[in-house]
């Protein structure tokens, strides 16, 4: 069910780019990109990610205590966040930092707050295994994105379009779980109260201790190009890297809107188990047939794809994908099993990893381009340190999730292979057959290995699974 609504509410944004990308322009997509980076950074400091320790209590009364904790803190943050771009704004305006795109940052706060009422809501349908409305939630979000970006871009070609899409797409989301939301507030002082809420607050304290901040470097770190090339005031190459980010989002947002609650609620209720570790090695075996082969071509006709789909003018947003295909592959496998740390109350792990490597990226980018070296090796280097980044992570999962050294070999050597022989073959095709053909027969190689190596990958691991 969940996989099934995450191909729907992923296919509406990926199929409706081919015309946004037609009806803005590169630097819209640049002030979305800033907006939404600055609202990412926002979202977790808003809940402080206590919304994650809404699985963990026995107790309803107890989780309920922890989403008013969190609705709370979202609405004193988001206020807060607000009366500093009040003040902050102007003053960057006025020295000429901002290049009049100021007016749109006003909004990252409120698309903040819908973003963290939203996994608010969600984790809370998530405890009770409402999978039906969580999926059908995702599919509304980006079926009211779509339609408010599109219509807005027909009517004037305005970056507005673009953000108020993505506010009422996080709107819809937050809305769909409103009942759930009503229920927790609602038990106050009836079944929960103040003293309750902290004292939850409290026990789950590393919740904001490590996955707060884990939650804030990594958003940082991740839209951290798109600072670089803002404040370079290269706010089209903001909107290029932009819509690569977007579309390579796309299989990993996937990923983890399909498995990682399931998973989470499962390593919650059965971590340690030997059917869990089945479950979790078939899922990342199936996880790297099913992507690592695609990634392996994206890395070859990521500009050619682009300059078709999108239009010759977002060509450099290809490059940008290939260079970033290499960490897709990796990062679709620690997408959707990363709540194995919050499962164990091991979260200082994965801030630790997180921290390190983003303080290498973040240094990176920013020697790079002060010294003024090309964008397209700025973001080559950036791509090399998230390899190694997603590579030390899994090795991490694997630990926590209790399965073996030989498997994580095993299961990256089988990502590097599918991929790396996937480019090795689309070269060779490229230079024998032509463009059309080549790339007809390279994604067709591809889409074989990914559907043999499934169906077997199913009935070896997923089959068997008790679970």
């Not at 901002?98 to 698309?111: N, Q, R, V």
């Not at 080559?380 to 090795?395: K, N, P």
């Amino acid at each position: 069910m969940m996989a099934a609504a995450g191909i729907v509410a992923q296919a509406v944004p990926l199929a409706l780019m081919p015309i946004l990308s037609r009806l803005y322009t590169p630097v819209d997509l640049g002030i979305l990109a800033l907006v939404v980076s600055i609202a990412a950074v926002l979202a977790p400091l808003c809940t402080a990610r206590f919304e994650l320790a809404i699985m963990l209590p026995q107790e309803p009364s107890d989780a309920h205590a922890i989403a008013g904790f969190a609705t709370v803190l979202a609405t004193s943050v988001t206020l807060l966040a607000l009366l500093l771009a009040i003040v902050a704004i102007p003053i960057l305006e006025a020295d000429g930092k901002l290049d009049g795109h100021g007016i749109w940052l006003y909004l990252a706060p409120l698309l903040a707050f819908t973003i963290a009422i939203g996994q608010v809501g969600n984790v809370l349908a998530n405890r009770r295994q409402a999978y039906g409305k969580i999926a059908r939630a995702g599919i509304s979000q980006q079926l009211v994105n779509g339609a408010v970006a599109t219509i807005t871009g027909v009517i004037a070609n305005s970056p507005f379009g673009l953000i108020a899409a993505r506010i009422l797409g996080a709107a819809t989301y937050a809305a769909a779980f409103w009942r759930d939301i009503r229920d927790a507030l609602c038990g106050f002082r009836h079944h929960w109260t103040s003293r309750d809420a902290v004292r939850n607050a409290g026990i789950y304290r590393q919740f904001a201790l490590f996955n707060m901040p884990y939650s804030l470097v990594g958003s940082f770190s991740r839209d951290f190009l798109v600072y670089a090339f803002s404040a370079f005031r290269d706010v089209a190459a903001a909107g290029q890297f932009g819509l690569a980010r977007l579309l390579l989002n796309a299989p990993t947002s996937l990923l983890a809107a399909s498995l990682s609650q399931v998973f989470y609620q499962q390593a919650v209720t059965r971590g340690g188990t030997a059917a869990f570790r089945q479950m979790t090695m078939g899922l990342l075996r199936a996880t790297a047939i099913g992507l690592a082969p695609a990634c392996g071509a994206l890395a070859l006709w990521g500009p050619d794809v682009f300059s078709i789909v999108f239009g010759e003018h977002w060509r450099e947003a290809g490059f940008f994908a290939a260079y970033l295909a290499g960490p897709l592959a990796l990062s679709a496998l620690t997408s959707w099993p990363e709540r194995i740390f919050e499962a164990n109350l091991k979260q200082q792990w994965s801030f630790a990893i997180q921290l390190t490597f983003d303080a290498l990226s973040i240094g990176a980018v920013v020697v790079l381009m002060a010294n003024g070296a090309d964008k397209y090796v700025t973001v080559l280097v950036y791509a090399c340190i998230q390899t190694v980044f997603h590579l030390c992570y899994l090795g991490a999962v694997f630990h926590f999730a209790g399965l073996r050294l030989v498997n994580y070999f095993e299961t990256i050597a089988l990502a590097a292979c599918l991929f790396g022989g996937m480019y090795v073959a689309g070269v060779g095709l490229k230079q024998t057959l032509s463009l059309p053909v080549a790339f007809s027969v390279h994604v067709a190689i591809g889409a074989l290995i990914s559907l043999i190596g499934l169906w077997l990958t199913r009935a070896r691991y997923l089959k068997q699974s008790p679970i």
